[in-house]
């Protein structure tokens, strides 16, 4: 008999019930043996699952399985946790309105994604690019590049990630301006964004995506922008207009831009957007560091243990708005 | 008659003489008009114009003009700036004896030098190339990638300039240790330098050139780093033996390394460092940001008042160990 199905056929000695939706399996999980009975789904399985699970891991954070599978028949997890920071691929008007908790993987992505963010702007600022393409031509030709400190960024989330981002930009002595959902101290509003973005020489996207964030970089945002300034996007990828962008970018509307993220993942080897002078692309990475799946891991067995013994669980998601409120965040 | 001429031809109110050796004029020294007669000397020149010469601007901070020629008839400056942090193209044993005094142009290049290392360790720790190279090739490959955070360096140079490297790599969350001549406090000596080299992810040279330091990085160090750290030379180009340089990388004896400065620059299109793997070459530009020219002449103007003023001027090198002292570094 192997330990997988062991797991399977004997319930944990509290009768909980975890589903796991994964497309790779999780590190880690193995120490539960004894104290969870784990199911492993997938998009064909999880319908019938969910009736049977009290909590539901989703591993697998590309998959919208979640979303389509929950308003079905039947009992639903009394708790979902996301190894992932947004929740947008799960989220459902049904989850939305139910009892169940939802948590996310707060703490994991927020320095990796802020050194990425930091690492494009000093790339930018200093034309590490163009350096490169001398370098092959062997032509040693002397330019002056930009000071980083003193630049000014607008950092769209305000967030765990988005704050990151700000205080390393900041610590490079970038006066950063972030806009959230609401306006309060430290944060803009949105009524705010055209104008910061119109004095930015650094425009970070880490927004979360809603309803009302959903195309918020159009063409009137990238029009607003400086044609010396750049756009970075690491949030997701249906927070742009990839169009607008493209236009922008053609048009000389801004001067540069970098993508982590993008409406569909993964981009297809047509797509035009992998050659965009002045666009850079990369694969959803920028948060993921050696040993992140590791992380998540233990985030979700530390949360496991707080869950079973009833005590109130961290990174709880405003299921509402579709992220964690600011409110909750203490230790950021 | 032009104000050129004006100024050749009168001599100052206080009859100072400035004698500036520029290969392009520096900006902003009109305003010394009738406060100094002001000489514009060259290779071929500056012998015969050193002796009537108050005040030396050494503008063209690539010459040794000034060093072939101090030895030398006749009386000497009393005052010598030069444009740069380094003061090695200039130095010689009868200027080091002599009551002249030698100022530095510190306070321009720290932050400009230090925001390149700090990209260079990001885009190295984050793949940037990898990211560049697939993108060319139309190719999503996720991959995992390093946090900068709780990586370790060590600076080499413990100068206002590998000071500002240190602080700003540890905002980033990176642990520095810093080299210089002597220990002191937060200070290593170069007795330990192999024992730090060898658990650093990141070698940072940024010292100054003196007959302690040249040739300093060469295989016995490179030998002693990690197969999966990086080099970084901003310092001067005859710190590293370059052919131990390559050596190493291609032994892979370590896993990359940027060069901004060269032991012969500008570096002719047959030199072999063009296209070393793992190597990035930069026309000795990481301290030059746009306005350095202005910023470097505003401060020669400064110090020019404080000197005519008959008050301490501040920058003043050390000319026996060929830089700015550390206790006379109140402010950085």
Redesign the interface.
């Known amino acids: 008999m192997t330990d997988a199905h062991e797991a399977l056929a004997a319930p944990g000695d509290d009768g909980i019930t975890l589903l796991v939706l994964d497309a790779d399996p999780p590190p880690r999980l193995g120490s539960l043996t004894g104290r969870a009975r784990i199911l492993h789904g997938d998009d064909s399985t999880i319908a019938r699952q969910l009736p049977v699970a009290d909590v539901l891991l989703v591993w697998d954070f590309l998959s919208d399985a979640v979303r389509r599978a929950w308003p079905g028949e039947g009992a639903r997890p009394r708790w979902v946790h996301t190894a992932s920071a947004g929740v947008d691929h799960l989220m459902c008007p049904e989850l939305a309105a139910s009892d169940t908790v939802v948590t996310n993987a707060r703490g994991i992505f927020e320095?990796?994604i802020a050194?990425?963010v930091?690492?494009l702007v000093?790339?930018w600022?200093?034309d590490?690019?163009g350096?490169?393409e001398?370098?092959?031509q062997?032509?040693?030709?002397?330019?002056?590049?930009?000071?980083?400190?003193g630049t000014r960024a607008v950092v769209v989330g305000s967030g765990p990630i988005g704050r990151a981002i700000a205080r390393?930009l900041e610590?490079?002595?970038v006066r950063v301006a972030v806009t959230g959902r609401t306006a309060r101290p430290g944060v803009h509003g949105p009524q705010d964004l055209l104008a910061l973005v119109a004095r930015a020489d650094w425009v970070v996207c880490a927004a979360p995506l809603t309803d009302a964030t959903r195309g918020m970089f159009d063409a009137r945002t990238f029009d607003a922008m400086s044609p010396a300034a750049y756009f970075i996007n690491v949030g997701r990828g249906q927070l742009v207009v990839e169009e607008d962008l493209l236009a922008a970018l053609a048009k000389r509307w801004i001067a540069g831009a970098a993508l982590d993220v993008f409406a569909h993942?993964?981009?297809p080897?047509e797509?035009p957007l992998?050659?965009v002078p002045g666009l850079?692309?990369?694969?959803?990475?920028?948060g993921?560091?050696?040993?992140?799946r590791d992380e998540l891991g233990s985030q979700f067995l530390e949360l496991f243990g707080i869950w079973a013994s009833g005590k109130p669980l961290p990174n709880v998601v405003d299921k509402n708005v579709g992220y964690v409120p600011s409110h909750d965040l203490t230790q950021d």
């Open positions: 320095t990796p050194e990425y930091a690492g000093i790339a600022a200093k590490f690019a350096t490169n001398l370098q092959r062997r032509r040693w030709r002397h330019r002056e590049t930009r000071r980083v400190a390393t610590a490079l002595g993942e993964p981009l080897p797509s992998w050659d850079t692309v990369s694969p959803h990475m920028s993921d560091v050696i040993g992140w």
